[in-house]
């Protein structure tokens, strides 16, 4: 990992937006509303178009980025720049950290002054999109303290893990219509859900759920495809990888509990996904790869790794704001490490059948929680399935109210080389009708 | 339903491609590689763009088809001409109708002789592709004969339908990417795979999938989105659908037992999925509009649907062909009548949590089987799950081999007035690695 050094571009040393990060988003302004490809640095958006052509022309980004067609740059998704493939968008990462280094501005941007606002757009006036198009979406189930606090509460601290659950990462297919940048509000879902209190206990009544939860995750953008039929080699799996995200799996626990025998989540989960708005590349998390939980079976050949530290001590935090209040509580903080399987192993496992993966295929790592109660990645285990109530100052939650905004926030690094995805936040709306 | 009426084209009165059919799929030719969209009619494939411009065009067609931007016409999938919306693509089927009725040829016909080749293109010269681009699939668990014989071999008849059955369409969210056109190979897939004889049957190995299976489906394109948080009322639901197609849902019912509990199917059935190349217009099916299987259970208000009959009677057939026979054999005869829930249910169910459908979204029904052994939609009912061989002439089956091509056929109506699908076929080759 090269040294993020100094940027002439003014950070704040707790940015999480540094020079080593540099991640890609999808970026909008009122006065140029075609969404076009921009890059996360201290408190701007780097329009990348603005620097690829014209008066303040980069020669080194424009030869690596413009004229492709249809054009990679000027363009509503990353798809086009992550299947340039990953030694490519490492050299477009290291000609914008050299675009952006050193004490003096480059002769093509005024040497004093404001930085052009066409360039360097602020934050708060970006307007963020969906970073990718996402051909399919898929949700693993890899935070094994999750899967575990679940499996107690339903099954047992005996049978709380499924005896396949150290042996493969398990999975499901999740829907990919219904992912949402961060920011977009989510409509509280409708869906048939049983009510043990009532006279009929085994009769399902439909209505909003009572039990509207969020879970914490790391996304995955997959960058390149594989022939349909042939597995990729774990070893191999991380040149498959463009870069991560935050994740928000909501989750309506009464409609899930219903449905979901025997062919898992369904309408409990398709209704949202949210993820963050900044994409970030796996060079950016290298300095804080770890080791995972430990897994006592012993591994088929195609899951084992040759890499020991194979996921990322990132620290992530969970914020609510109820409508009734100015302020944001954190209810959670906990660290990505705490995952079982890592995502090369996810993609061993999802191609190992011949399944084929596409560029912009996005997988979810699975809820991520801690060993300790306030390392929880989901309120189903915060208020143990609405039993316990959290106190958040003077109104209590067990499960999520319309008018709550969830956010998710994490951060990597030390002073001066922060990385981070940018907040992953959804307000709740009732239902539509 | 008009009648079918006479055509200036020669169709064999068998023909499953009669002027009441008329369903859209995506062409091209040796001598125009370009795909684009071809109606099946009798033994051709008419190439729409050489009669929407140019010296053949008919002012009607072209009016309604052509000058889209981008074009629908030629163009490598059907999803722009499903998105004009369910009046306007029965108009183009009103024209298309109009155009190819008659005794005589249109004057931009040469009057006598063969059939421009061009316009026409033998069934036999035609390379048909995938028809739509498939944002999200969605294979649903309707066929009850089917979910109450596995039920039976896995937890006996008293607890064969799982207790949300006859409340709500069962489904889960598929794989879009690996989904095929008929005639696609499809390598086994390899996987992890418990052996009940092993030393440690507890123990999984990762090989090829002994128990590589068929599941014959029929399947729905959509039209039309809906807003994200906005339901589709069931009543409403047959404006959203674009077509039909036989599906063919592969599976690994080895891979599939160890992997499915608790988040549902995953490498047991993404390596593929087979759809048939043309996709039929609900209208062509509307003569044999039928009641399927009668739910006892009282339903929730989004799922009581005004019409009652809701489904469809396609003959439909399997049929194998073995690596060492030129012959085909049927090996099972039913109904697409035998459903729980009809398309609408489930387009109903989707969305009344909020998830947003899109142009060119899949939904599967799930293995239609009838009531009797020889109506099975899969070979892990006709074999009961491996304990009885099917006898193949020479050769015996209990799931599929190397070398086997399983092929889904279908077709509605009576003679001069069929309407069929194609056929719905592929090869199994071993596993890549």
Same mark, same amino acid.
């Given at each position: 990992?090269?040294?993020?050094?100094?940027?002439?571009?003014?950070?704040?040393?707790?940015? %999480?937006?540094? @020079?080593?990060?540099?991640?890609?988003?999808?970026?909008?302004?009122?006065?140029?509303?075609?969404?076009?490809?921009?890059?996360?640095?201290?408190?701007?958006? @780097?329009?990348?178009?603005?620097?690829?052509?014209?008066?303040?022309?980069?020669?080194? &980004?424009?030869?690596?980025? /413009?004229?492709?067609s249809p054009c990679i740059i000027v363009a509503p998704t990353l798809n086009g720049l992550a299947a340039l493939g990953g030694d490519r968008v490492r050299e477009v990462r290291a000609a914008l950290r050299k675009f952006l280094s050193g004490t003096t501005r480059p002769f093509s941007i005024n040497p004093s002054g404001p930085l052009p606002a066409h360039i360097f757009i602020p934050l708060s006036e970006a307007q963020m999109h969906l970073p990718m198009v996402i051909g399919d979406y898929t949700d693993f189930y890899a935070g094994m303290h999750h899967a575990f606090a679940v499996g107690c509460m339903f099954r047992g601290p005996n049978n709380a893990l499924q005896p396949?659950? *150290?042996? @493969?990462?398990?999975?499901?297919?999740?829907?990919? +219509?219904?992912?949402?940048? +961060?920011?977009?509000?989510?409509?509280?879902?409708r869906g048939q859900i049983l009510d043990p209190s009532s006279?009929?206990?085994?009769?399902? $009544? #439909? =209505?909003?759920?009572?039990?509207?939860?969020?879970? &914490?995750?790391?996304?995955?953008?997959?960058?390149?495809?594989?022939?349909?039929?042939?597995?990729?080699? !774990?070893?191999?799996?991380?040149?498959?990888?463009?870069?991560? !995200?935050?994740?928000?799996?909501?989750? $309506?626990?009464?409609?899930?509990? /219903? %449905?979901?025998?025997?062919?898992?989540p369904f309408n409990g *989960?398709?209704?949202?996904?949210?993820? +963050?708005?900044? !994409?970030?590349?796996?060079?950016?998390? %290298?300095?804080?790869?770890?080791?995972?939980?430990?897994?006592?079976?012993p591994l088929q050949p195609y899951l084992a790794e040759t890499v020991k530290e194979n996921v990322y001590d990132i620290q992530l935090e969970v914020d609510i704001k109820t409508s009734g209040s100015d302020m944001s509580m954190t209810i959670a903080r906990t660290s990505s490490k705490h995952l079982l399987w890592s995502f090369p192993q996810m993609i061993a496992h999802h191609t190992i059948g011949g399944c084929s993966l596409r560029t912009g295929d996005l997988f979810g790592s699975g809820t991520i929680s801690g060993p300790s109660p306030e390392e929880s990645g989901s309120l189903l285990e915060m208020s143990e399935n609405g039993k316990k109530p959290l106190a958040l100052g003077s109104s209590r939650r067990t499960?999520? %109210?319309?008018?709550? #905004? &969830?956010?998710?926030?994490?951060?990597?690094? #030390?002073? =001066?080389?922060? !990385?981070?995805? =940018?907040?992953?936040?959804?307000?709740?709306?009732?239902p539509l009708s």
């Open positions: 990992m090269a040294d993020s050094g100094k940027s002439w571009v003014e950070i704040d040393p707790l940015s %999480e937006f540094s @020079l080593a990060n540099l991640p890609f988003g999808i970026v909008s302004t009122k006065d140029r509303p075609e969404p076009r490809v921009g890059v996360a640095i201290g408190d701007y958006a @780097l329009d990348l178009s603005t620097i690829c052509s014209g008066p303040h022309k980069d020669e080194e &980004l424009s030869r690596l980025c /413009w004229g492709h396949n659950y *150290k042996h @493969l990462p398990v999975g499901y297919h999740g829907r990919s +219509s219904s992912i949402v940048v +961060s920011g977009t509000p989510i409509h509280r879902p006279a009929d206990p085994k009769q399902p $009544a #439909t =209505g909003p759920s009572k039990k509207l939860d969020f879970e &914490l995750e790391l996304g995955c953008f997959i960058s390149r495809p594989n022939d349909m039929g042939r597995a990729i080699p !774990v070893n191999d799996a991380k040149d498959y990888i463009f870069g991560y !995200v935050l994740l928000n799996d909501w989750s $309506a626990r009464d409609i899930q509990s /219903w %449905e979901y025998v025997p062919l898992g *989960k398709n209704f949202a996904t949210t993820i +963050s708005p900044w !994409v970030v590349h796996p060079d950016a998390l %290298e300095p804080i790869r770890t080791t995972g939980i430990k897994n006592d079976t499960f999520l %109210e319309d008018g709550d #905004t &969830l956010v998710l926030r994490a951060v990597a690094g #030390t002073a =001066g080389a922060r !990385v981070g995805f =940018g907040e992953c936040s959804g307000l709740v709306l009732p």
